[in-house]
């Protein structure tokens, strides 16, 4: 049980939240112009990193808003929880920090 | 040739003690280079590399495996087997396993303890009746055997279910498939791995794989702990890193890895004779040979590469077995763990060709590859020896997510499990 | 009377309180205090059950949690436990006990013929053999399968309920023996929140096992009284005993299992039986201790033959001599302890064997001074006796261990006490990812670097003297305080103790037998799942060589102890046999949960009503006196018909549907998900989330819209109404409502975070009553004066505010039936008024209340699609003829995907009409269809019947299906084979089959 610290509530159990998958993945404004192949990376192609990734998660149980988590996908460490449309911030990328 | 097993191999060996049973697989250093070259020493690597050898003539072959032969999934899964899926395509992949399936432990002359004692599938409501009901018709037009049962029938099977599930889940009917059971997990990546190497398969344990060597769009070789190992064709075969190790060869996968989680109980004497799915309420359950109640559980949500379970999953999967099995509430859970399972947006498998001229993959079985480990092998053979999709994995492309092409089993509510 | 082997004195029972229990149908005497073993010893009872595979007797092995033997069936009927361990059963007036795996009883077990078969079926033998013929391995497997379980579950519905509970702290101790206690006082001193668990109903652990020791100068129970008292009266601290700790997960997050009524022999109907806490600690110590290793040599499974530090235990603790003749079989000189407390307790002690080529230490030291017999760098080679041991054979060792010199000599002796050194119990450590590594002084894997805000101390640290169990554990306690942000002042110094561990030793693994290992006698390392040493040689020789290989096919380690007692000494072994250090074999991973947790512990109180609460609606009360028959739609209970005296659901649902084309029906339509929309962009935003354009939508005016997922399939569908210029209210499945507001608010966050809309889930706030028929507005206009209702002034898919039955209200004119109908929404606690009136104002034009099955025949008579139903994840617009509600000068959400390649190929899944050849048969839905029927076993199918009903109206069966192409098929017959081997023939048509041009809608 993850305990995520929503940047509007603070502290929660992940039972609270939804995932929302990769983060800073934007939607193409012009996807006419894209190929199936540049549409098809979009909608179901993923870095599925092992290690630091940064992901999307949603306060579903609480205040409902979607923000950004770096979070080591084998350790399941959270090195950062900041909010959407924002930069991640520096990471101490060491292994299992 | 290695000693037959046999009852009376095992004679022979209790007056000697036991004591010259041979090696059931070498332990070879790697060669400098060779024809194929499996990463992945689970069921579905170990079976690939025997087919290889078996059906197409292709003995100089080397399975990879980073740690021990059935390490992953293989030896983590809920021994499912079955093959009553909806759609043509995963229909036909999948019979074609079950029918290996039921001569795998005389093919193999190692008893995978596949146990045909039928699986059952839910219906809690009348969306799911309608959703059975056109599974068992497509499934019997496909020539796989599937029959509707009345909670009557259910009942009969299962004498512990409690068929009013409280009223909040209700057993209303339910898809069987008699064909359908169980196997021994470990014994399948065993006897693929005893037999392969006894068609000449190199198997390498404790060999992380690196990198690729890449020229000119062509793979060359593998990187691996134990140095370069050259090959013409690379199959890649390793559910729970599949993206990990697809990125090696610059190759992107529409894969998402989730802890998978599952648990015994202790063991006690027969309660449950066969094997029921409800995937309205994430439960799956079934006693092992042992005696232990072996149930399934869902995926934790987000992306993790922790073999481990956590707590609300187990909470979620055991309040719904004590709801359906009311009189297990006193039972108690021995162990939990989890594996890592690769699930494709169609819940599907990719078995495929890559851009990479000769290397290819099979993966994005999410949380059902164990019942197709003969099936995949199979195929994944006979696509890297032909260097084409064998017809029973040509849907299953990793092209078809470009296209628009999916065989989307989760849509058409068919547990993807 | 007390029991034989019942010391007079001494012990921490409770001889004023004495209990009698039953096991096997034999009643005998306790204390309160004791466990069922020690019970059972006290009178004299060694074989207590049978083992898993050779069913060889067995007694008790252990005091504790790491028993592997002695497991046993509590209770019967629904009220029965199997495989408890007899160690760990807090003895209670009244207890029904059962050996288990034994037939006819533990006594005599006819399947004790396994084990003269033993030769026949070493481990793995099951994968060499039943292969032949293959049709009978189902045969074989049932009779594998009915030999194999322990215990048996039980046989009705549990009729004790459980709990869960949330819980935080700062410092979890967990581990009340002296290195918990010691790290609680200094936690709890300071101020921090600690929670102190204990599997034990008492403090101490260890120490009360312990006569001679002392702490801060005073028996150590002393200490461990006051230490209790001080803690209880901290307010700060939280004791939590009869609790195991059994699994520690990612973020700090533990797991603990609370037993509250097994021991009570009256349980209050308020209590639970067991209690989950849900733990978040901000810091952990890990005070759990060690366990004794025990000594792997031939035939060392015997009743009689236990655990050194278990003898102490039923000595010291409970008062119970576990033998008359007692041998000490050791590698170490901690368990001379034992020799010298049987001595002196009466029990003849024949010998001490000591594997050690020098007899040396402290307590050997003592041992020796008191006169007992040692035999220095001796082994036990073989024992003898069937249900209790009888005898041992005791031989020099040769000079490398390997084996033994000479014959020996036999000693008699009904009880071995057995000791190969100590095990920390490292298992939380490791289930917290925390490093393990191997002590090569103790002999033993011990906690290296934490990998969650954890701290190891004590024996569980590999630091087995008790003054260093106290000042680890102090100190602990104390920097887990400071970690969380106490400054420690108020903690004392750490209580001082002597500070002795079990050293010196000598490690030999797999001590010698009269015989060459596997030629006769077994040397056990599993007991529980009859693993011998010979076994784990077999595994390897066969190239089963990871340690994870060898523990799979031998199944060592996998018993319900998860070997406790076993682990070590099988690696060991695995060393030994490759010539390898101990620490390159690995470790077998320790997974949760420690000791095994009930499952109704999981489930708590959420399961019945509570498991997935229904939904409601405000009406439902009405509809259940109205009889109602009720379908689940995702949560809600909605009506699925109304059917009158004597009316089968067929005949309900025909009236029904009748009375909506010939006068008015009436539904309740609150589960419509409905989500209010704001905001000065909401009509951008609708336009980018619909598949259809909304900024030119009107006032007052509503539209259908379509909503994709960006894969391009359809994923819900409703009627959207602008109430005003920013103002919206959408209406969504009932299912779906949640994931409809989740996937807008995600676009709406994510994507455009630049669009000013604001969405507020209404679902709840509105009550919702559909009426619908030909007579829908003369009923309306009964109930409203303040709305026109005429055709001009309210035409369809607009909306009007006004009252209804006096209630402020909104009124829709929209219509999923396909006749004239309008949706009239109402504050939900004005649901039932409303209802209410709708039907005693209706009475005059025999008004019908319908359920959903009426209001699917309805829409489905005018083709109308049911997300879920008709389409299934995989089903574009196109695919369903709706291109007309596809914008083709927009971007939204899924757009680009429905011009992919395989979009538009001819032999995609179409949804069309179907119509049988005989307009009686109702196709089956779920039935498949297929162009010709073939003679194989296998037919191409072309797709299948996703909605098909009898139409009281149209006066025959109609049907939709997806159907390969099926546009282009339009008048083809088609043929649907049934499971019966029918053949249903039809023919393809529109989908729409009743008043096509929509005549009665508008009307």
């Known amino acids: 049980m993850l305990e995520i610290n929503c940047p509007y509530c603070g502290p929660r159990f992940e039972t609270e939240f939804s995932y929302g998958g990769e983060a800073h993945i934007e939607r193409p404004k012009d996807s006419e112009n894209l190929s199936d192949e540049e549409w098809g990376e979009y909608v179901f192609m993923n870095s599925n990193t092992k290690g630091v990734f940064l992901e999307r998660w949603v306060h579903t149980s609480g205040c409902r808003r979607w923000f950004n988590v770096a979070r080591d996908t084998v350790s399941y460490k959270i090195l950062a929880v900041y909010e959407t449309g924002t930069e991640p911030p520096e990471l101490d990328l060491r292994k299992d920090v | 040739m290695k000693s037959r097993y046999s009852i009376f191999s095992l004679m022979r060996n209790a007056l000697s003690y036991h004591e010259k049973w041979p090696e059931a697989w070498r332990s070879p250093e790697p060669k400098s280079s060779y024809d194929v070259v499996i990463v992945g020493g689970g069921g579905h690597g170990l079976a690939t590399a025997y087919y290889l050898a078996k059906v197409h003539g292709i003995r100089n072959v080397a399975v990879i495996e980073r740690g021990w032969l059935g390490g992953g999934n293989t030896g983590r899964n809920t021994t499912i087997v079955r093959s009553n899926y909806l759609w043509d395509e995963s229909a036909g992949l999948y019979e074609h396993a079950m029918k290996l399936w039921e001569g795998l432990s005389q093919e193999l002359n190692y008893n995978v303890m596949f146990s045909q004692r039928g699986v059952m599938n839910l219906a809690h409501n009348q969306q799911d009746l309608r959703d059975i009901a056109r599974r068992v018709n497509a499934n019997r037009l496909n020539g796989i055997d599937s029959e509707f049962l009345t909670p009557h029938q259910i009942k009969d099977l299962v004498p512990i279910i409690d068929l009013r599930g409280n009223g909040r889940y209700p057993v209303l009917g339910a898809s069987n498939q008699r064909r359908g059971g169980t196997a021994r997990h470990d014994a399948v990546a065993w006897g693929y791995a005893r037999r392969a190497d006894e068609h000449g398969v190199d198997i390498i344990q404790e060999c992380p794989v690196n990198g690729f060597e890449i020229e000119n769009g062509k793979v060359t070789g593998v990187q691996t702990a134990k140095g370069l190992i050259k090959a013409k064709k690379v199959g890649v075969v390793v559910a729970g890193h599949s993206s990990v190790t697809a990125e090696m060869a610059g190759i992107r996968l529409p894969l998402v890895s989730h802890p998978l989680q599952a648990l015994v109980s202790e063991p006690v004497k027969p309660v449950i004779d066969t094997v029921v799915m409800s995937n309205a309420i994430h439960a799956y359950i079934s006693q092992s040979d042992k005696g232990e109640l072996v149930i399934g559980a869902g995926v934790d949500k987000y992306v993790g590469y922790g073999q481990r379970g956590s707590l609300p999953v187990t909470e979620e999967t055991l309040a719904a077995v004590c709801e359906l099995f009311p009189s297990l509430k006193r039972m108690r859970m021995m162990r939990q763990w989890g594996g890592i399972v690769d699930t494709c947006p169609d819940a599907s498998p990719i078995i495929s060709k890559t851009p990479v001229d000769g290397f290819f993959i099979n993966c994005g079985w999410g949380t059902g590859g164990f019942k197709a480990t003969p099936g995949s092998g199979w195929v994944f053979a006979d696509t890297i020896a032909n260097d084409r999709p064998h017809p029973l994995n040509e849907a299953f492309s990793l092209e078809r997510f470009n296209s628009g092409y999916l065989v989307d089993e989760h849509g058409a509510a068919a547990v993807a499990h | ?1003």
């Not at chain 3, 481990?123 to 009978?136: I, Q, V």
């Not at chain 3, 799979?552 to 996998?558: H, K, Q, S, V």
Request: negative net charge.
């Open chain 3, 1 to 1003: 009377m007390p029991a034989r082997f019942r010391l007079t004195e001494g012990g921490r029972i409770d001889r004023s309180n004495p209990i009698s229990f039953t096991f096997n149908g034999k009643v005998y005497q306790g204390f309160e205090g004791d466990t069922l073993a020690s019970a059972l010893l006290a009178n004299g009872v060694h074989l207590v059950g049978r083992s898993f595979k050779y069913h060889r007797p067995r007694g008790i092995m252990s005091a504790g949690a790491e028993e592997a033997n002695a497991l046993i069936q509590v209770g019967e009927g629904a009220r029965t436990d199997p495989n408890l361990r007899a160690t760990q059963i807090e003895l209670v007036d009244g207890l029904t006990a059962s050996s288990q795996n034994c037939w006819p009883s533990v006594e005599f077990d006819v399947s004790i013929v396994n084990n003269l078969a033993s030769r026949l079926i070493p481990s793995g033998f099951y994968y060499k053999t039943f292969m032949w013929p293959a049709s009978l391995w189902m045969t074989y497997e049932k009779v594998i399968r009915n030999a194999a379980g322990l215990g048996k579950a039980p046989e009705g519905p549990d009729p004790d309920s459980y709990d869960r509970t949330f819980a935080h702290c700062d410092v979890l101790v967990v581990g009340a023996g002296p290195t918990g206690l010691a790290a609680a006082l200094s936690a709890g001193r300071s101020g921090a929140r600690v929670i102190l668990s204990e599997q034990e109903a008492t403090l101490g652990g260890s120490l009360q096992s312990e006569p001679n020791l002392e702490i801060e100068g005073k028996p150590a129970l002393e200490w461990v009284e006051a230490a209790r008292a001080e803690l209880e009266g901290l307010e700060n601290v939280r004791l939590l005993t009869r609790t195991q700790t059994y699994g520690y997960f990612d973020h700090n997050f533990i797991g603990l299992m609370e037993n509250l009524t097994d021991h009570l022999k009256e349980k209050p109907a308020n209590l639970p039986r067991h209690r989950l806490w849900k733990l978040r600690a901000k810091q952990v110590v890990i005070a759990t201790g060690s366990i004794e290793r025990p000594l792997v040599f031939s035939d060392n499974d015997r009743p009689g033959i236990m655990l050194a530090s278990a003898c102490r235990t039923y000595l010291n603790r409970y008062g119970v001599k576990p033998g008359s003749k007692a041998v000490l079989f050791t590698n170490n000189d901690g368990a001379y302890a034992a020799a010298l407390d049987m001595h002196k307790a009466g029990i003849h002690v024949a010998a001490i064997v000591d594997l050690r080529a020098n007899s040396e230490g402290p307590l050997t030291e003592a041992a020796r001074d008191a006169g007992l017999r040692i035999l220095t760098d001796h082994a036990i080679i073989a024992t003898a006796g069937d249900k209790r041991v009888k005898a041992v054979q005791v031989a020099p060792l040769s000079a490398d261990g390997e084996s033994a010199r000479g014959g020996g000599e036999k000693i008699d002796c009904d009880l071995v006490a057995v000791s190969g050194g100590w095990n920390p119990t490292v298992h939380l450590h490791s289930q917290s990812r925390g490093k393990i590594l191997f002590d090569d002084s103790h002999a033993c894997f011990v906690p290296g670097d934490s990998a969650q805000a954890s701290t190891v101390a004590g024996a569980c640290n590999g630091s087995f003297g008790l003054g260093g169990c106290l000042s680890e554990g102090h100190d602990a306690g104390l920097a887990a305080a400071k970690a969380v942000g106490f400054d420690g002042k108020g903690s004392a110094s750490a209580p001082s103790a002597e500070d002795r561990d079990f050293l010196p030793a000598r490690w030999l693994w797999l001590v010698p037998g009269d015989k060459p290992l596997g030629h006769g006698g077994k040397h056990f390392v599993d007991v529980q799942n009859d693993v011998t040493a010979a076994d784990l040689h077999l595994a390897l020789r066969e190239g089963y060589r990871s340690i994870e290989h060898v523990k799979r096919y031998t199944t060592t380690g996998m018993g319900t102890d998860q070997g406790k007692t076993s682990n070590v000494n099988a690696i060991a072994i695995v060393s030994q046999y490759f010539g390898c250090p101990i620490p390159d074999v690995g470790v077998t991973t320790f997974r949760p949960p420690y000791t095994p947790v009930t499952f109704g512990v999981f489930a708590g109180r959420d399961i019945g009503d509570l498991l997935d609460p229904a939904r409601k609606t405000p009406m439902h009360a009405l509809h259940e006196q109205a009889g109602a028959a009720f379908e689940d739609v995702g949560q809600w209970k909605r009506p699925w018909y109304f059917p009158h005296d004597g009316e089968d659901m067929h005949q309900a649902v025909n009236r029904e549907v009748r009375a909506c084309r010939d006068s008015v029906g009436v539904m309740d339509a609150s589960t419509l998900g409905k989500i209010d929309i704001q905001g000065k962009d909401a009509a951008e935003f609708l336009n980018r989330i619909y598949t259809n354009a909304w900024l030119k939508l009107k006032i007052s005016s509503c539209r259908y819209g379509l909503m994709l997922g960006e894969n391009g399939m359809v994923m819900d569908d409703g009627v959207t109404s602008r109430l005003g210029e920013n103002h919206f209210l959408m209406t969504t499945t009932s299912g779906n409502a949640a994931p409809v507001l989740a996937h807008l608010e995600e676009y709406l966050q994510t994507e455009w975070p630049e669009l000013e809309v604001y969405l507020t889930s209404v679902t709840e706030q509105f009550a919702t009553v559909s009426i619908a028929g030909p007579n829908a507005r003369k009923l309306l206009a009964e109930l409203t004066d303040d709305i026109d209702l005429s055709a001009e002034a309210f035409p369809f898919m607009t909306f009007r505010q006004g009252r209804v039955a006096g209630i402020p209200a909104r009124v829709f004119r929209i219509s999923f039936t396909g006749d004239l109908s309008y949706e009239i929404n109402v504050p939900a606690s004005y649901g039932a008024a409303l209802w209410q009136a709708i039907m005693n104002t209706g009475e005059k034009y025999a008004i019908t209340p319908y359920g959903t099955e009426a209001m699917h025949v309805l829409r489905a008579e005018k083709g109308f699609i049911i997300v879920g139903q008709d389409t299934d994840g995989s089903v574009t617009p196109i695919d369903l003829g709706m291109d007309w509600i596809v914008s083709k000068t927009k971007d939204f959400v899924g757009r680009r995907s429905l011009y992919r390649a395989d979009m538009d190929k001819p032999d995609r899944k179409q949804l069309v009409g179907l119509l049988t050849d005989a307009p009686d048969t109702v196709l089956p839905e779920g039935a498949q269809l297929v162009e010709k029927i073939e003679t194989g076993p296998t037919m191409a199918m072309l797709g299948h019947v996703t909605s098909s009903y009898h139409s009281p109206n149209c006066e025959r069966s109609i049907a939709m299906a997806l159907i390969k192409g099926g546009r282009a098929r339009m008048g083809q017959k088609l043929y649907s084979p049934q499971a019966d081997g029918k053949v249903i023939t039809c023919s393809v048509s529109d989908v729409v089959f009743y008043d096509k041009e929509g005549e009665r809608t508008r009307g």
